[in-house]
């Protein structure tokens, strides 16, 4: 008997992991299939093209949305571009190797950015703005080129909420990455179907897959970027405030623009009063009102 239950134990043990990775693969393919629901990110027909660096990111976004392919009630391609950007060390074989494996259409773009961004920016500076200007005027025209009609990128929610710190910090602005845009040219539409993804579910799916990451070499080294700056402030919030990452992405869906401080959201001007009751008006001289969890946050803040 005791040998039957240790035997039984053990098969338990050895099989969590299985479990474990179920439940993760589960978590992003809901968290990516209801953000393409709620913002209408892929239609009936569309060809998609995933922009695939070689990070945990694009891996798992690419992974995703090769599942859902399979499994969604509409019928849309998937194919991957990677932007060889000739940046000294990168193993350009690993990226076409892998997708030949998997049978993805895929497409290599080959152009020497990398000289223009070390010419361009003086040693010590951030790279990252020139960068990713670069970047991305390459895709677009790619894009255009293979007939794609959305452009995928693998950012996620922890990406979206580090640009609206990193906008209201440093370009006193309240905006982030939106979930799906037009291109300023008005001829492309880019999604990000990993809004809703928490980025240590898509660093452990990365681990899981075993997806053979790309370090990026030109950007990803420079402790000094204002975006690592503003990564482990939020880390640290977390560590301290379990739950706090998931209530300011929340907000990011709940704006009430009329108490806020943007005159062309709202016609401040114009307000009269009406001798009406308005149930989302002035309450000036309430107290706030805030769940259990964010007074108890709020709590632990003041104290520290």
Request: charged share 25%.
């Amino acid at each position: 008997m005791n040998a039957h239950l240790e035997t039984s134990l053990t098969a338990r043990q050895l099989d969590k992991p299985r479990r474990e990775a179920n439940k993760l693969a589960k978590r992003l393919r809901r968290n990516v299939g209801q953000a393409i629901a709620d913002f209408n990110m892929i239609e009936d027909g569309d060809r998609i093209m995933v922009c695939l660096s070689g990070g945990k990111d694009s891996f798992g976004l690419l992974d995703i949305l090769l599942y859902l392919r399979e499994h969604a009630p509409i019928k849309f391609e998937v194919f991957a571009v990677n932007l060889d950007q000739k940046q000294p060390g990168f193993p350009a074989e690993v990226l076409p190797n892998y997708l030949r494996e998997l049978g993805v259409p895929f497409h290599i773009e080959d152009q020497d950015t990398y000289s223009i961004v070390k010419r361009v920016v003086p040693e010590g500076k951030t790279t990252c703005a020139l960068c990713s200007r670069l970047r991305r005027g390459v895709l677009y025209r790619v894009a255009g080129e293979l007939g794609a009609t959305k452009i995928a990128l693998g950012h996620h929610r922890d990406d979206i909420l580090e640009t609206l710190f990193l906008n209201m910090f440093f370009a006193g602005k309240l905006k982030a990455m939106p979930p799906k845009l037009v291109t300023d040219d008005g001829k492309h539409i880019v999604i990000r179907p990993l809004a809703y993804c928490r980025e240590k579910d898509l660093a452990a799916w990365a681990e899981e897959r075993r997806f053979p990451i790309i370090p990026c070499d030109l950007c990803g080294s420079q402790p000094q970027l204002q975006r690592q700056q503003v990564k482990q402030m939020l880390q640290d919030w977390e560590r301290r405030f379990p739950g706090r990452i998931e209530s300011l992405f929340r907000s990011m869906q709940n704006v009430i623009p009329s108490h806020l401080a943007d005159k062309r959201l709202y016609d401040f001007a114009v307000l009269q009063q009406t001798g009406q009751p308005n149930p989302d008006g002035d309450r000036a001289f309430d107290s706030e009102e805030f769940s259990n969890s964010a007074e108890a946050c709020a709590s632990a803040f003041y104290a520290s």
